[in-house]
């Protein structure tokens, strides 16, 4: 048996993937590439184009394990807004527990099947709430943004940044708030800290975050939109 096929058989695609995503969350998407890839597994890059052909293969099936994770068996017996709400807050979890999902997932040309059982999920819940299939798509995409918007405007986020690096932007911004003349921008100045705090208070950012959109929703379903 040739070295590839042999190092194929010992290598399952989910293995490719567990350590490309641990590869890409460490070091970022742009690191990641099936040369790298294959000296972290211990490979030949050969064996890895068994399973994927070209690195945006290999991000097409890291977005969709971001996708698995979601987790979409909502309560059968819950109000619409609570199954939204469910899903959109099991989205910010994946999101933040992975440093790289945001772009992976934006950076993904072709969408997999635990994409579409989330999507799936998702449309039906909009629809039992009464929204055509125009309005609920475009309230899932939108679903899918607000999680996208909230973990990426999180005080602090930079996944490319080292704790240090972070720290050191923070002390500038907040000295150039602290700098600015307190007669002409009193709450700018008291609120120097609290505005550049990386996850000064990370639970009323998500929670403020997610009680807009699912209000807005809900509106929207009252008013017959």
Known sequence: MKTAEA????????????????LADADGVEALTIRRLAQELGVTPMALYW?????DELIAGLADRVWGEIKSDIDPEAAWPRQLRGLLESLIDVLRAHACAPAVLLGADKLGPYY???TEVTLDVLHRAGFDALHASE????????GLTLVMSEPGFDPGLSEEERAGIVRRKQAELGSLPPDRFPRLVEAAVPLTTCGSDAVFHYQFGVDLFIAGVQAMAAGGS
């Open 139 to 146: 309230i899932a995409r939108s679903t899918l943004w607000t």
């Open 51 to 55: 399973h994927f052909r070209n690195k």
């Open 7 to 22: 190092e194929r058989t010992k290598l399952s695609r989910s293995a490719v993937v567990d350590r490309a995503l641990w």
């Open 116 to 118: 579409w059982q989330v």
